[in-house]
């Protein structure tokens, strides 16, 4: 059973910087595809960010460009969500997410495996 640790998560003004971490219980992380998610109140859980297993390479929603970023540290089995001018609409509760692939999928659907989530909040 592989199991996620979200930190890192908390309150921040907009404008500010956050950075989320996600270890993993795993031989190695580098057999999985690593996600982030977030949903906030009311909405879908919607992708962040991921980085695929093997090499497979990242991938990001349009929303994140430029602003978000995501890496891993495969000597600790960790991947990391590094948030940068964030803004209000980026509150919600964030979810690592992983599964065994090469590719980044984009549904949740896709990932078998889920973290407890951790709280962002951005305030205005």
């Known amino acids: 059973q592989v199991q996620l640790i979200e930190s890192g998560g908390g309150l921040v003004q907009a404008g500010g910087s956050l950075r989320l971490s996600c270890a993993a219980s795993?031989?190695?992380?580098?057999?999985?595809?690593m996600g982030w998610f977030r949903q906030a109140p009311g909405k879908e859980r919607e992708f962040v960010a991921g980085?695929?297993?093997?090499?497979?390479?990242?991938s990001y929603a349009a929303f994140v460009k430029g602003r978000f970023t995501i890496s891993e540290d495969n000597a600790k089995n960790t991947v990391y969500l590094q948030m940068n001018r964030m803004n209000p609409d980026d509150t919600g509760v964030y979810y690592c997410?992983?599964?065994?692939?090469?590719?980044?999928?984009?549904?949740?659907?896709?990932?078998?495996?889920w973290g407890q989530g951790a709280q962002v909040t951005v305030s205005s």
């Open positions: 980085i695929g297993g093997s090499g497979g390479g990242t």
């Open positions: 997410a992983a599964v065994r692939a090469i590719g980044v999928p984009t549904s949740p659907d896709f990932y078998m495996y």
């Open positions: 795993v031989r190695t992380i580098n057999d999985y595809t």
